[in-house]
């Protein structure tokens, strides 16, 4: 391996641990948060959710990987769909949804 490799390489292992640690830094916000923050795709589907209100709520497993419906059933996934096409489109939101005895507040 010549030297030129050798440094590629190099870089390339402190590339991945910085993402690593960055992504555990993000985890970490995440998880302490103390109201809800989710991540999802333009299929719905959620990459990322935690927050102390969501985990004292829902199991974090039943939610990340599925989308909007799966996660929350059709009913409030209509609800929310929406509010997240318009969050999609990089457009500020902020709403408030109601449901049986609780009350959503959501920005993004």
């Known amino acids: 391996m010549s030297r030129l490799e050798r440094k590629i390489e190099r870089l390339k292992g402190r590339g991945a641990q910085r993402l690593q640690a960055s992504e555990e ?10 109201g809800a923050v989710v991540v ?15 985990s004292a709520r829902y199991d974090l497993d039943d939610i990340v990987g599925r989308t909007l419906w799966e996660a929350f059933g059709p009913e409030l996934g209509a609800r929310f769909e929406p509010y997240y096409r318009e969050a999609l489109t990089g457009t500020e939101v902020s709403f408030d949804i109601l449901d049986d005895a609780r009350t959503w507040c959501c920005r993004g």
């Open 25 to 34: 830094r993000y985890r970490r916000l995440v998880d302490n948060f103390p």
């Open 40 to 54: 999802f795709d333009r299929d719905f589907r959620y990459q990322l959710a935690g927050g102390g209100v969501l």
